[in-house]
């Protein structure tokens, strides 16, 4: 199994910047890709940024394509979100998830069910 602890959420006014990780333990080698996602009161969980463990490919939604940047450092097993230029529309919880997807198709990473373990969720809230 593989666990993922999410931390670095908070308020924040729109324009500001938050950096949110994401610590994984347990059989973590078995996990190609880290994906985050978010999920807005009265909407469904939707996809933010993936990237595989080992090359640093990169997947991003369209909506936050050039204001967030997700990274990762292998040796602490923990994957990062920077989100920078925030908007209130970013409000939400955001969720760390792990997958052993061996595609290289962005699609496939920006669908929930390619995941297999997720985090609790870390609250993003943006002020305007």
């Known amino acids: 199994q593989v666990q993922l602890v999410e931390s670095g959420g908070g308020l924040v006014q729109a324009g500001g910047s938050l950096r949110l990780s994401c610590a994984a333990s347990g059989r973590t080698s078995s996990y190609n890709v880290m994906g985050w996602f978010r999920q807005a009161p009265g909407k469904e969980r939707e996809f933010v940024a993936a990237?595989?463990?080992?090359?640093?490919?990169?997947y991003y939604a369209d909506s936050v394509k050039g204001r967030f940047t997700i990274s990762r450092d292998n040796a602490k097993n923990t994957v990062y979100l920077q989100m920078n230029s925030l908007k209130p529309e970013d409000t939400a919880v955001y969720y760390c998830?792990?997958?052993?997807?061996?595609?290289?198709?962005?699609?496939?990473?920006?669908?929930?069910?390619?995941?297999?373990?997720w985090g609790h969720g870390t609250q993003v809230t943006v002020s305007s």
């Open positions: 998830a792990a997958s052993r997807g061996t595609s290289y198709s962005g699609t496939y990473y920006s669908t929930a069910t390619s995941y297999g373990y």
């Open positions: 990237i595989r463990w080992t090359s640093g490919i990169t």
